[in-house]
């Protein structure tokens, strides 16, 4: 099997390679190459990356209760952050069929390091130069606060409790909840004083393409830290989530009947619009710090407050 995959990567970036070396540029600029390109010299970050979440199928993933292709769901709405080079010179072509655009699916390489067509036809020391080595923050930034790579710029408002809360880079700036008119929300200093951000924190200098959090990067504030439940933060926020968990299954079975149209699908109907709107706005708040999985890390402060407000508005 290894065999093969060497043998295709080298048939592939030979074609590559060809490409780039005969057909121009636009106005000098890299093209992207795709991940198989990469990985024919770059093996052991290749093999490293396969194994990640960015590397999933995911023309068969796992969503709710059901399976998608991200590339054809809801008329590709999830391209831009599933494909290498979206919307770039040379990049994934939401016009073209996502099919015949193979080496440009998955979130890959060169969304984190850049177009490598002028690093993989370069010579020498040369080559190091026409690639980012260490990402820029906003790559991850730009996919992870939506689905969409759109950034909030304030909390969210009634009108958007329907949609999918924003995630880490929502949280770590502490925008995009559902803020209380009645209370006053604050955020911990990791976005101030984390250089680097999600750089800092997610590339270990042992296991870089993993992309786990690492420890290492935390024990130079928090020295003698053994996990990432630092003062017991983690294991708080994970008990006002299981609380507020419970607080809107009581409060949706004394205020709300669920039926199935004829279709089978659940619709729920509420004894006021004054209580589904109270349940929605602690709703949204549970899903956007679960979502954000850091429990606390991202921030403790924005986080904590949010789901305690929550609680409190549910009688």
Not at 108 to 115: D, L, R, T, V
Not at 120 to 134: L, M, P
Not at 151 to 159: Q, R
Not at 247 to 252: R, S
């Amino acid at each position: 099997m290894r065999l093969k995959r060497l043998v295709a990567v080298v048939f592939l970036s030979g074609l590559t390679l060809l490409f780039i070396l005969s057909s121009p540029s636009i106005s000098g600029e890299a093209q992207f190459v795709g991940n198989e390109v990469c990985g024919s010299c770059h093996t052991a970050q290749y093999e490293i990356w396969s194994k990640t979440q960015h590397a999933a199928d995911f023309t068969n993933y796992p969503y709710g209760n059901q399976r998608i292709n991200k590339y054809t769901y809801m008329q590709g709405y999830c391209q831009s952050c599933h494909t290498v080079g979206y919307g770039q010179p040379g990049g994934f072509d939401k016009n073209k069929p996502w099919d015949q655009q193979q080496a440009l699916l998955k979130i890959g390489c060169e969304n984190c390091h850049g177009p490598g067509s002028l690093h993989v036809s370069a010579t020498g020391e040369a080559r190091r130069k026409e690639i980012s080595k260490i990402p820029d923050p906003k790559v991850c930034i730009k996919c992870h606060v939506s689905s969409y790579g759109v950034f909030p710029t304030g909390a969210a408002k009634d009108k958007d409790l329907a949609t999918t809360p924003r995630r880490q880079s929502a949280m770590l700036y502490g925008i995009n909840g559902y803020e209380y008119s009645d209370s006053t929300y604050i955020s911990s200093l990791h976005r101030n004083v984390v250089e680097g951000l999600c750089i800092t924190c997610h590339l270990s200098p042992s296991e870089s393409h993993e992309l786990k959090a690492d420890l290492e990067a935390c024990q130079k504030c928090h020295g003698g830290a053994t996990n990432f439940n630092i003062n017991g933060r983690q294991e708080e926020i994970k008990s006002l989530l299981q609380i507020l968990k419970s607080k809107l299954e009581a409060f949706k079975k004394a205020h709300a009947k669920t039926v199935q149209d004829a279709q089978g699908k659940d619709l729920v109907t509420w004894d006021t619009t004054a209580n589904q709107i109270t349940f929605d706005r602690a709703q949204y708040n549970f899903s956007f710090v679960e979502n954000d999985r850091s429990l606390g890390v991202h921030n403790y402060k924005y986080a904590r407050q949010l789901l305690v407000d929550s609680m409190i508005k549910l009688p």
